[in-house]
């Protein structure tokens, strides 16, 4: 397998989802975009932004929030059929590329912000976009990069059998994570293998462990990274329990979130994914 191998399934899978991608993927559930709009409000405070480079598109999800906040934006992504989805309303200066984002041909130093939302694990060499990024960034410019699997909760969770009698939080989350391809193949006609290889950094490589992306963040040439665990086991359903008000769902999540954060690093595997900011 090699990264045209990759792309390829990619396009394939992207083709055939992107029409109900903003319906079926989670991340676009109005609490999780309330919360990614508040951490991109903040970098484009702290950079000042006028220009955003979004690598990884898809259907426009960042750049449906960007596009409030800065006057310009470009959106990269090698699904066409993702990009038709992409809304370019608003009044901000949007342009979309049909292009891979590892060879993308930017202008060095011409952004403020790049961002990579729910992108990186479809790659299969993270570095050759990484430097696109990095190219692309203006001195003292912030890449930000997010939903991205925790290799830490990805290992843990690959352990565990899918027929033992344990909690249904536990259950549910060996079927989303382990057993997905099923279910994209069932709802989606999605081959599993191309599934897989289009989520290679994902399911084949198991995610992304924080010191070897501090390590090649460095590397490329940024001069500082934070790496944030998010999204912890079980978070869900303290925020979907209807025995509460929708205050004390997130009060109990957000304490349940503070403990586990008071208990990093003992505590990252049970966080599902990884957030990235970095600056030039």
Partial sequence: MNSSDVIAANITMHTRMADEYKTCEPHFRPENVEKVEGILKDIFDQTQARRVLDL????????????????????????????????????????????????????????DVVTGY???????????????AVRSLKPSGIFYADLDPNFYFWHELEKLDRYAKYDPIVKREIEMVTYKDEDIEKNFGIDRDVFNQAEYGKNIQGGFREEQLVDLLGEVGFSDTRIEYHWYIGQG???????????????????????????????RHLYKYLRIIARK
């Fill in 56 to 111: 990884g598109c898809g259907t426009g999800f960042i750049i449906d929030i960007a596009k409030k906040y800065v006057e310009e934006i470009h959106g990269v992504d090698v699904t066409q059929s993702m990009l038709d989805n992409v809304d370019t309303s608003g009044t901000a200066t949007i342009t979309l590329f049909n292009q891979d984002t590892a060879t993308f041909d930017s202008e060095e130093g011409s952004y």
């Fill in 237 to 267: 359903q303290l925020i979907n329990d209807d025995s509460y008000s929708h205050e004390e769902r997130f009060k109990h999540a957000d304490v349940m979130d503070g403990m586990l954060r008071k208990m990093l690093p003992l505590s």
């Fill in 118 to 132: 729910s992108f990186l694990h479809h790659l299969f060499d993270i570095t050759p976009t990484l430097k696109t």
